[in-house]
């Protein structure tokens, strides 16, 4: 689940705290890295979690009414549509899912009842649930593709389950929308007939990809003296100390990826940098920053110094 994207992002992070925090253990700050890594995998557990509470508490809703003195229609005959989704039941019963959540001291219910009352009411405000509500002959896949529908338009952009995030880890504040992506990629892969065995996407999805974290982080570090000084080598009528922290940083993990890892083409790993930028420096940076990695790739392409397969 863990893919380059989100550990570049990290290592961006982990990077410019690093050096504004004055810390010189360079073991340490991997152990940071690896661990803030780790959170982004329970994050991607706990939001499938939040499905499961979000039907948790629809149930119990139909079970308050029923012990009500003065009931409606409604409470005497509830539509259990909801609660009685095949997606949901065997999400609820996936083992990897039950192993995390028991291994959880916190519980969506218990803790964030205000939070999934607000959720669920407007989830059944919605159009979307009041026609899966009547819909007839349901089948495995209308279920299924009834709660990525639901997650895409309630969870996937919510500013409330964002703040709460926050506030429950601040290892999450840039994770979500990355994780989110993930989230609905599980919900298209589950199948019936894996029943409580349907495999959940692993933290990574091989070795390589976690040898490829640690490798960029350190060497992004220990070669720093040598990449800002193709820096500042490439830049014209600049003065190095102008630059941007962030975007010497953003710079400095770019040209550790573009010579350490010859397999990653170019323009992969300058688009996935750009990006970072627009996201975390400021409006100027992204083209000063393109110009900068371009001479600079070309500088080492003329030394034979870019070795690109």
């Known amino acids: 689940m863990i893919n380059r994207v989100l550990i570049r992002l990290k290592i961006i992070q982990l990077i410019y705290a690093f050096y504004q925090n004055g810390n010189k253990n360079i073991d340490s700050a991997e152990k940071e890295l690896l661990f803030s890594l780790s959170k982004a995998y329970d994050l991607y557990n706990n939001l499938l979690a939040l499905m499961v509470a979000i039907k948790d508490y629809a149930e119990r809703r139909i079970e308050v009414g029923k012990k009500k003195r003065i009931q409606t229609e409604e409470d005497k ?26 291994n959880q001291k916190r519980n ?22 009041k026609l899966y509500m009547v819909e007839e002959n349901p089948t495995y896949e209308t279920d299924r593709e009834f709660w ?33 992506t993930f989230v609905l990629k599980t919900i298209k892969r589950f199948d019936l007939k894996n029943g409580a065995e349907q495999e959940l996407l692993p933290e990574y999805k091989d070795e390589e990809d976690l040898e490829f974290a640690r490798r960029l982080f350190r060497s992004s570090i220990m070669n720093a003296d040598e990449y800002r ?81």
């Open 229 to 309: 000084q193709l820096i500042n080598e490439s830049i014209k009528n600049w003065d190095m100390k102008r630059i941007a922290f962030m975007d010497m940083v953003v710079m400095q993990c770019a040209i550790a990826e573009l010579i350490n890892f010859p397999n990653i083409p170019i323009n992969v790993t300058m688009n996935e940098y750009l990006e970072i930028a627009k996201f975390y420096s400021t409006p100027k940076s992204t083209g000063f920053i393109n110009g900068t990695l371009d001479a600079i790739i070309k500088r080492l392409q003329k030394q034979s110094l870019l070795a690109k397969k």
């Open 108 to 129: 969506w219910i218990n803790d964030d009842e205000a939070f999934i009352k607000e959720i669920y009411d407007q989830i059944i405000e919605s159009n979307l649930y």
């Open 77 to 102: 005959n509830p539509n259990t549509r909801f609660v009685d989704n095949m997606f949901i039941a065997q999400l609820q019963t996936n083992k990897q899912l039950n192993e995390f959540v028991g």
């Open 148 to 180: 990525r529908k639901l997650y895409k338009m309630f969870i996937y952009n919510n500013e409330s389950l964002d703040q709460l995030l926050e506030e429950q880890s601040l290892y999450w504040n840039d994770d979500k929308e990355i994780v989110d």
